[in-house]
């Protein structure tokens, strides 16, 4: 089914094109959800919220920008709304001063990189980890950020840093990147795709 | 430790590796957001059904509904021209009786109902009257007087028929004294007694001996105003696609061959219920002849017994049109006509707005009980559809938005038994529905016509 019939049909309410258009975009959009949520459970409860509001809200996309954005820019404000609501982005808005933070020394699978990489990202502290999402993942700036949590942008841009820092150190204590290696290939296994 | 990050590198590494990873949901998920939608969408009917009934019910409370518990027919009055050269007394019509339910009034109230502290219901009758100097009644002048006439039981008010011609000069006398006590000279009051006892009835037989022809009145147009349900049994006719049916596309794995035959032996569709809810106002233009129009919502449906496959090419060959060259139509669709891994029922729906326009003509009866036969012409909008059309070659149905048409025209046609009571009609009798265009535009080769059986229980109100 092309994208344009897909789009037809759910602008229709027709089943199949909505079981369609989730087929082909909930894997990805699952995962953006996971970076975000607590666990597995959450993060599909954000899919379906987000997906709820897809569907309903289809007709208001205009072709001015990739279907895949627009769907995922729902999937992203959905996430950033439900970790408000349950109040635990709030909760731990004192990131800014949580220096030191001792990162949890779980096992990180090393089956795949990319899901490596993706649970390393989600041993960062929720705030943190929001930021980098945010600002690094999906593309936002740091105005946008500050308005889409509700801080100031300088916060924003501090936390950034913190995360980045503190992601890095993650990450090459997983042996996932190396330190001090040339521009471009930070992460050690990229070349080889192992 | 030395730290050689350049941003920009780090940023787009961490989203590359961050957009390679996929994860499945479980299946609750889509079953979560499915049963979300499907029940927004009841959600969405049941609001449209509590509307309807609302705007029914006020209806009914403020238009139909009798504001009087009893009702009386309105006596029929007819004036006589005097066989003498006297003052003539000209009733001019018999007011509409109003009611008053307070029991503590026991008072006159015009053209209305008293609650005396007996708990007896009473009415009163107010006659206008003028006086006129001669036999001519074209130059009568707007009353000055009425005849009021109280105190008449309501269970026999419908069947006195007042027929009289007062000597002026001795109704005034007779009046002036109750006129002076009861309603400070305006009116002019009988004793109700008089139409309730056949020796007082004596009073006005003395007149019977003069009457004459009675004067024609312009039959008044009646304005009416009705609300209709019918359930409906609602079902299609299709033909067409014998000159633009199409191989099956060599994409269309596997291949179906071409089927011969009538197109509505090689479909699997069932009628199924509807329903239609409309209101309209209605002209009386003669006796027996009413104009009528009005809104109404139509909900048609029939059944499509399918089969469920895996997705597959779906090919429409479309017709030349004034605005469309010969062509094809290719989509995806899951749901084939002949055979696939399960069944599938499927319905098409088409939620329509009407604008029925028509006239009804009264065939038997009296003013009471009626037999009428009716029909109208429907301008019809389709506010929302859910359609599935079939492939030239019978293989498959799909959805084609495109192809359905907006615009339509129906018909009506309908006989009913009506029952006139105190001013509100009911009625009830079959109707039949046809969609005088095709559901789809011209460039679909395969025509499909709606049709509607049902019986429509009505119930009319006068206004005026």
Not at chain 2, 67 to 94: D, Y
Not at chain 2, 300 to 318: F, G, N, P, Q
Not at chain 2, 355 to 369: F, K, Q, S, T
Not at chain 2, 418 to 444: H, T
Request: contains cysteine.
């Amino acid at each position: 089914m092309t994208e344009e019939a897909i789009f037809s049909g759910c602008l229709i309410n027709d089943p199949v094109a909505q079981r369609e258009l989730y087929g082909k975009y909930s894997p990805k959009m699952l995962s953006v959800c996971y970076r975000f949520a607590h666990n597995r459970e959450d993060a599909e409860d954000m899919l379906q919220e987000g997906f709820i509001k897809v569907f309903s809200q289809i007709h208001t996309f205009q072709n001015k920008g990739a279907f895949e954005g627009w769907i995922r820019r729902i999937i992203v404000h959905t996430c950033i709304n439900h970790l408000k609501k349950n109040k635990k982005f709030n909760d731990s808005v004192d990131i800014i001063h949580a220096t030191g933070i001792q990162v949890r020394e779980e096992s990180v699978p090393s089956i795949v990189q990319a899901k490596q990489v993706v649970e390393c990202i989600r041993l960062l502290p929720i705030g943190y980890r929001t930021v980098l999402n945010l600002y690094a993942i999906e593309g936002y700036n740091h105005k946008e950020i500050s308005e889409m949590l509700d801080v100031e942008e300088s916060t924003s841009r501090s936390q950034y840093t913190r995360a980045k820092q503190m992601l890095e150190d993650i990450l090459i204590r997983k042996h996932i990147i190396q330190p001090a290696r040339i521009k471009g290939n930070w992460f050690g296994l990229t070349a080889t795709g192992q | 430790m030395e730290r050689n990050f350049y941003d920009t590198d780090f940023e787009d590494l961490l989203k590359e590796k961050a957009d390679q990873y996929k994860m499945y949901p479980s299946d609750k998920v889509w079953k979560g957001i499915d049963r979300s939608l499907r029940s927004r969408r009841k959600w969405y009917w049941t609001g449209f059904v509590v509307l309807l009934s609302g705007i029914s019910y006020l209806a009914v409370n403020e238009l139909i509904k009798p504001s009087n518990p009893v009702r009386i027919q309105q006596p029929i009055v007819r004036p006589e021209a005097p066989a003498f050269n006297t003052p003539q007394i000209t009733p001019f019509s018999a007011a509409p009786i109003a009611n008053s339910q307070d029991e503590q009034t026991d008072r006159l109230v015009p053209n209305g109902f008293v609650v005396q502290k007996s708990d007896q219901l009473t009415t009163t009758l107010e006659i206008p009257l003028i006086t006129t100097a001669s036999n001519d009644l074209s130059d009568v002048q707007a009353p000055s007087q009425s005849l009021i006439i109280a105190g008449i039981d309501p269970k026999t008010a419908n069947a006195f028929n007042l027929r009289f011609m007062l000597p002026v000069l001795n109704l005034v006398s007779n009046n002036e004294e109750a006129t002076a006590s009861e309603t400070g000279g305006k009116n002019n009051i009988l004793n109700p007694g008089i139409l309730t006892s056949p020796a007082e009835n004596n009073h006005f037989n003395w007149l019977q001996d003069q009457a004459v022809p009675e004067i024609k009145t312009k039959p008044s147009r009646h304005v009416r105003w009705q609300l209709a349900f019918s359930p409906t049994v609602n079902y299609r006719k299709m033909t067409g696609a014998k000159n633009a049916r199409l191989n099956s596309s060599s994409g269309n794995i596997p291949l179906a061959l071409n089927i011969p035959g009538d197109i509505n032996s090689l479909l699997d569709h069932k009628p199924a219920l509807g329903f239609e809810l409309g209101t309209h106002g209605l002209l009386s233009l003669t006796r027996s002849l009413t104009l009528k129009g009005g809104i109404q919502f139509n909900y048609s449906k029939y059944d499509i017994h399918a089969y469920k496959s895996r997705v597959e090419l779906a090919t429409i060959s479309l017709n030349a049109t004034a605005f469309q060259s010969p062509g094809t139509l290719t989509s995806y669709t899951d749901i084939r006509n002949f055979s696939g891994s399960s069944s599938e029922e499927l319905k098409n729906q088409y939620f329509q707005l009407s604008l029925p326009v028509g006239l009804e003509l009264r065939l038997l009866g009296n003013d009471r009980v009626q037999l009428n036969i009716a029909g109208t012409i429907q301008p019809t909008y389709l506010l929302n559809g859910n359609t599935y059309l079939i492939t030239n070659d019978y293989k498959n149905y799909t959805k084609a938005p495109s192809l359905v048409r907006k615009w339509n025209m129906n018909t009506g046609f309908e006989a009913f038994l009506s029952y006139d009571r105190g001013g509100v009609k009911w009625q009830i009798g079959p109707q039949f529905r046809y969609q005088l265009l095709s559901s789809y535009k011209n460039a679909y080769p395969i025509k499909e016509y709606l049709m509607e059986y049902g019986i429509k229980i009505g119930v009319t109100k006068t206004i005026r």
